[in-house]
């Protein structure tokens, strides 16, 4: 396991992200509950609960609060996206409350609001960023907890780098939904074969700065899935990566 250090070592959160010497080494690690130790271990931090996101790509966040908690605690985690649907995001208030998320190239998006002690994490694929994931979990923490965004610490979690993701053509008039033309043209890079390389980071950043989050409280850890051997990648293994063997990144208020 790994943290992201320049969230961690500034502010009153602790942050994880796996690899794949973590499933390798613990027998356990599909079920959750050793997941969960081990994430408990590793923070130093103890956790009432640990919540993980019901990925489908989506543009939804689940919002884990002090009038919620109870009854999301209470529904296990079958009920929750029965209850509510799929959601690729979670922020929170509550310390000892864990949010995590599941990738495999996809971008682990870290955002911590120090003045207001926010947590939030967001699954970003490229249908995700269309749907409007990034800046729906910045407006999550501005409504429901009063963040201001201009104080909002961000970091990037391990995912595919624009030099490894060629993609097709199509995928432009999904962005249009978000982007403008000029800003598609900064995230596609034509190739000779017809495909073209898309920059997820660079996309979340985009949104991130829209969302009105400062430039400078960007990070990124800069560790692409598909080139190393460490991580989880879909691209990479060429197939569907099994749940357990993905990627998992966390955040906990301590
Ligand atoms: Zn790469």
């Not at 796996?18 to 130790?37: I, L, P, V």
């Not at 939804?60 to 002090?66: C, D, F, G, R, Y």
């Not at 495999?104 to 694929?125: E, M, S, T, W």
Request: glycine fraction near 6%; aromatic fraction near 10%; charged fraction near 25%.
């Amino acid at each position: 396991m790994n943290s992201i250090s320049v969230l961690d070592s500034q502010y009153s959160v602790r942050t994880v992200f796996t690899n794949n010497s973590d499933w390798q080494s613990h027998a356990d690690w599909h079920r959750t509950e050793c997941r969960n130790a081990a994430f408990e271990e590793y923070l130093r931090v103890p956790l009432n609960h640990v919540f993980y996101a019901y990925e489908g790509h989506t543009g939804n966040v689940l919002a884990v609060t002090v009038e919620n908690v109870g009854e999301l605690e209470a529904m296990d985690k079958i009920e929750i996206p029965e209850r509510i649907g799929a959601y690729d995001a979670l922020v929170t208030d509550i310390p000892h409350t864990m949010l995590c998320i599941c990738t495999a190239d996809c971008l682990p998006l870290f955002l911590y609001d120090p003045r207001q002690n926010v947590a939030a994490i967001a699954h970003c694929g490229w249908r995700g960023i269309c749907n409007g994931i990034v800046s729906n979990t910045v407006r999550a923490m501005v409504g429901r907890f009063g963040t201001d965004p201009r104080y909002v610490a961000a970091a990037f979690g391990p995912s595919i780098c624009k030099r490894c993701y060629e993609v097709g053509g199509e995928l432009m008039d999904a962005f249009a939904k978000r982007f403008s033309s000029q800003e598609i043209l900064s995230l596609f890079e034509a190739r000779t074969n017809g495909k073209f390389l898309l920059d997820t980071r660079k996309a979340v950043a985009l949104e991130l700065l829209r969302a009105g989050v400062r430039q400078e409280k960007v990070h990124d850890v800069d560790i692409c899935t598909l080139e190393s051997d460490d991580y989880a990648s879909l691209r990479g293994e060429g197939a569907y990566v099994e749940v357990r063997r993905q990627m998992f990144s966390g955040i906990v208020l301590t």
